[in-house]
């Protein structure tokens, strides 16, 4: 459901908004699709959502991982919905019995991106198949995709009518079509289709209304399999897998699988909040990045070489095993920009497959493309943030002996080819680009860790330059790394030089100098919670760049003040259990924050992402009196692993001593 349509401005579930604007099968970054509102009595659909919302109220809301209940007031129906990986279930029930009806916007904009394109046919009293299109990006993408749905219905649909922009009504059909006026326009570049889009937008709405027979207290049922291929394939999805109309065995099935993908880590004892933001972090963690890959292996790309325009989709197939299964799934995500700090530690101890999986498709993708992507979206690059984060994720993953879906040696001439020549002087631009030689610096070291070890050494050694940039950005004045950074400023930044702390002390004066520097800016900004946004306070973890920063203190002598550091930012700045301090202002990015979160509650992190030749957990204060690891077997050897604290209290945070299997760990 969403509450709220900015349209890149915080489109989706706002708990604080009071009417339900519709139900969008999918909820991806710079992707929205398949929008559908229950609804009875008259309605004009050409006024759009704000014609056709209804309150609702959170006391008759049900929220769980893999369900969602709610009741319309208005239209006086409850809806309930749940999904499989390509099909998602609703199951409606009127209290009333006034012409019910179900909306299918397609046209109009939801979340992050304008619908157009708007195809829908009712093949059958029971059937609908149609599809729409994706553009208007932000962020990038590719500048027009499309999605592809099949619809069953448990009832027949009476009649079909439709509606076009802010008056056109299209009674009694069967086939419904909005195509773009001009096909000049889908190929001929972003700035004609950008045109289109805003000379289109104040009657964009466009969609279809079906009626079908419910009296009070009936139940209707309908399933809409997705793909983003074709119509074929989406057909095929939901066929396999959700081929009956039992409602309640899909949702179990889900609640399991999520209990079996959060249960991965259990904790017991400490506060009763702690644990419930723990799992929250963790449900963030696992949410956001999308299959796009159908049942039979078939993705959608727009990578590759460029036409004039934008070339048309081609359907690639993953690579099948040996029993013809695909090697790995295909995804659209956020950017993994400085992952290192987050998902690269924690997917790595309860969810590698994850890594092994994302790592496979990243250089897919480049094989698709010629480049990683940062953030490959709908099929397509987009080119948000900076750097190549997907080195670090995937040396990561190959560390920890995880990488098993795409072969070391590929994997790593993809990292070497997406890796730019060009070094950031400090001369060459101006103000200074010094966040790009931070991350940069730590990318190349990452990939020279592997270089290494793969017996490339010649590369290594060309790496050392790009390793090593960033030390031209000291500024003996300030004591800090100084110029431009990439959503973060001097003091926030400058601690990230996470694989070469060492250096970074020597420049300011010694192991003292910067413990102190850095513990002034934690005190200084305790008030605040330790939550800024955008390059403002000497701290900041509402975003990714200086999250490791608690952390640097166990490498410059000083562990007790990482313990005492990650307590308080663990319990001031990601604490907030209640719909308006969950998220505590962060800039989330698709379970990130979420992720760091949960680390300082285990009491693990790795400021080297676990890229290291020898990639180490480091401890700090666990919050909970009993932690379970439960390990992959695929990629572990053993069943589990399993942390306990004694004499654990919020103002008992010290470690004192600690031993790992039964010997003590110095």
């Given at each position: 459901?969403?509450?709220?349509?900015?349209?890149?401005l915080?489109?989706?579930?706002?708990?604080?908004?009071?009417?339900?604007?519709?139900?969008?099968?999918?909820?991806?970054?710079?992707?929205?699709?398949i929008?559908?509102?229950?609804?009875?009595?008259p309605?004009?659909?050409?006024?759009?959502?704000?014609?056709?919302?209804?309150?609702?109220s959170?006391?008759?809301?049900?929220i769980?991982?893999?369900?969602?209940?709610?009741f319309?007031?208005?239209?006086?129906?409850?809806?309930?919905?749940?999904?499989?990986?390509?099909?998602?279930?609703?199951?409606?029930?009127?209290?009333?019995?006034?012409?019910?009806?179900?909306?299918?916007?397609?046209?109009?904009?939801?979340g992050?991106?304008s619908?157009?394109?708007?195809?829908?046919?009712?093949?059958?009293?029971?059937?609908?198949?149609?599809s729409?299109?994706?553009?208007?990006?932000i962020w990038?993408?590719?500048?027009?995709?499309?999605?592809f749905f099949?619809i069953?219905?448990?009832?027949?649909?009476?009649?079909?009518?439709g509606?076009?922009?802010?008056?056109?009504?299209?009674?009694?059909?069967?086939?419904?079509a909005?195509?773009?006026?001009?096909?000049?326009?889908?190929?001929?570049?972003?700035?004609?289709?950008?045109?289109?889009?805003?000379?289109n937008?104040?009657?964009?709405?466009?969609?279809v209304?079906?009626?079908?027979?419910?009296?009070?207290?009936d139940?209707?049922?309908?399933?809409?399999?997705?793909?983003?291929?074709?119509?074929e394939?989406?057909?095929k999805?939901?066929?396999?897998?959700?081929?009956?109309?039992?409602?309640?065995q899909?949702?179990?099935?889900?609640?399991?699988?999520?209990n079996?993908?959060?249960?991965?880590?259990t904790?017991?004892?400490?506060?009763?909040?702690?644990?419930?933001?723990?799992?929250?972090?963790?449900?963030?963690?696992?949410?956001?990045?999308?299959?796009?890959?159908?049942?039979?292996?078939?993705?959608?790309?727009?990578?590759?070489p460029?036409?004039?325009?934008?070339?048309?989709?081609k359907v690639?197939?993953v690579?099948?095993?040996?029993?013809?299964?695909?090697?790995?799934?295909?995804?659209?995500?956020?950017?993994?920009w400085?992952?290192m700090?987050?998902?690269n530690?924690?997917?790595?101890?309860?969810?590698?497959?994850?890594?092994?999986?994302?790592?496979?498709?990243?250089?897919?993708?480049?094989?698709?493309?010629?480049?990683?992507?940062?953030?490959p979206?709908?099929?397509?690059y987009?080119n948000?943030?900076?750097?190549?984060?997907?080195?670090?994720?995937i040396?990561?993953?190959?560390?920890?002996?995880?990488?098993?879906?795409?072969?070391?040696?590929?994997?790593?001439?993809?990292?070497?080819?997406?890796?730019?020549?060009?070094?950031?002087?400090?001369?060459?631009?101006?103000?200074?680009r010094v966040?790009?030689?931070?991350?940069?610096?730590?990318e190349?070291?990452a990939?020279?860790?592997?270089?290494?070890e793969?017996?490339?050494?010649?590369?290594?050694?060309?790496?050392?330059?790009?390793?090593?940039?960033?030390k031209?950005?000291?500024?003996?004045?300030?004591?800090?790394l100084?110029?431009r950074w990439?959503?973060?400023?001097?003091?926030?930044?400058?601690?990230?030089v996470s694989?070469?702390?060492?250096?970074?002390?020597t420049?300011?004066?010694?192991?003292?100098?910067?413990?102190?520097?850095?513990?002034?800016a934690?005190?200084?900004?305790?008030?605040?919670?330790?939550?800024?946004?955008?390059?403002?306070?000497?701290v900041s973890?509402?975003n990714?760049?200086?999250?490791?920063?608690?952390?640097?203190?166990?490498h410059?002598?000083?562990?007790?003040?990482?313990?005492?550091?990650?307590?308080?930012?663990?319990?001031?700045a990601y604490?907030?259990t209640?719909?308006?301090?969950?998220?505590?202002?962060?800039?989330?990015?698709?379970?990130?924050?979420?992720?760091v979160s949960?680390?300082?509650?285990?009491?693990?992190?790795?400021p080297?992402?676990?890229?290291?030749?020898?990639?180490?957990?480091?401890?700090?204060?666990p919050e909970f009196d009993?932690?379970?690891?439960?390990?992959?077997?695929?990629?572990?050897?053993?069943?589990?692993?399993?942390?306990?604290t004694?004499?654990?209290?919020?103002?008992?945070?010290?470690?004192q001593?600690?031993?790992l299997?039964g010997?003590?760990?110095?």
């Open positions: 459901a969403y509450t709220r349509n900015k349209n890149q915080g489109g989706g579930y706002n708990y604080n908004s009071t009417d339900i604007l519709g139900f969008a099968q999918i909820h991806g970054w710079l992707m929205s699709g929008n559908v509102m229950p609804l009875t009595g309605v004009n659909p050409n006024l759009g959502e704000q014609g056709w919302k209804s309150p609702f959170h006391d008759t809301e049900v769980e991982p893999g369900y969602h209940q709610l319309l007031d208005r239209y006086q129906t409850q809806v309930e919905y749940t999904s499989t990986d390509r099909v998602a279930f609703y199951r409606l029930k009127h209290r009333g019995s006034a012409d019910p009806q179900l909306l299918l916007s397609l046209g109009g904009f939801v992050n991106c619908y157009v394109d708007g195809r829908a046919k009712l093949v059958s009293p029971t059937r609908l198949e149609g729409h299109g994706m553009t208007d990006r990038g993408g590719p500048k027009l995709s499309h999605v099949v069953d219905f448990n009832r027949p649909i009476q009649r079909m009518d509606w076009k922009g802010a008056g056109i009504k299209l009674p009694d059909i069967t086939e419904f909005d195509p773009i006026a001009d096909d000049r326009i889908v190929h001929g570049g972003a700035r004609e289709l950008a045109k289109y889009v805003l000379r937008r104040p009657e964009e709405q466009a969609g209304a079906l009626s079908y027979d419910a009296r009070a207290g139940e209707l049922l309908f399933k809409i399999g997705i793909s983003y291929t074709s119509i394939n989406a057909r999805n939901l066929e396999a897998e959700c081929p009956h109309w039992d409602f309640d899909v949702r179990n099935d889900a609640r399991a699988e999520w079996e993908w959060l249960g991965k880590i904790v017991q004892g400490g506060p009763e909040d702690t644990r419930v933001k723990f799992y929250t972090d963790l449900w963030h963690v696992l949410l956001g990045r999308h299959k796009l890959d159908d049942l039979s292996g078939d993705y959608p790309s727009y990578m590759g460029r036409d004039p325009g934008e070339p048309a989709l690639r197939t690579a099948k095993d040996a029993r013809g299964k695909p090697k790995h799934h295909m995804y659209n995500s956020d950017a993994f400085l992952t700090w987050n998902l530690i924690l997917w790595g101890l309860g969810w590698p497959e994850l890594l092994d999986e994302f790592s496979a498709c990243l250089v897919q993708n480049e094989s698709d493309g010629g480049r990683l992507p940062r953030g979206s709908a099929g397509g987009t948000i943030m900076t750097g190549c984060p997907a080195t670090s994720m040396t990561a993953t190959w560390q920890k002996d995880q990488l098993t879906k795409v072969d070391a040696e590929t994997a790593y001439e993809a990292m070497k080819r997406s890796h730019p020549l060009q070094l950031p002087a400090k001369v060459s631009v101006e103000p200074p966040g790009i030689a931070v991350q940069g610096a730590f190349y070291w990939l020279a860790q592997m270089a290494e793969l017996g490339h050494h010649d590369d290594a050694e060309s790496f050392q330059e790009w390793i090593d940039c960033w031209q950005f000291h500024d003996p004045e300030s004591n800090l100084k110029g990439v959503e973060a400023n001097d003091w926030q930044g400058t601690f990230g694989h070469d702390i060492p250096g970074l002390s420049l300011m004066g010694g192991d003292d100098t910067l413990a102190e520097k850095l513990n002034q934690f005190e200084e900004e305790a008030h605040a919670h330790f939550v800024f946004s955008y390059g403002r306070g000497k973890y509402a990714q760049p200086g999250c490791s920063n608690a952390h640097v203190f166990s410059v002598g000083r562990p007790w003040q990482s313990q005492y550091w990650v307590r308080r930012v663990s319990r001031q604490g907030g209640n719909p308006n301090m969950g998220y505590g202002g962060h800039d989330e990015d698709q379970g990130q924050m979420g992720g949960a680390l300082m509650k285990l009491g693990l992190f790795s080297r992402g676990t890229c290291a030749q020898d990639p180490l957990y480091e401890i700090t204060t009993e932690i379970t690891i439960r390990l992959d077997p695929h990629y572990y050897s053993g069943k589990t692993f399993t942390i306990r004694h004499n654990n209290t919020p103002d008992n945070i010290y470690i001593k600690a031993a299997n010997k003590p760990l110095k």
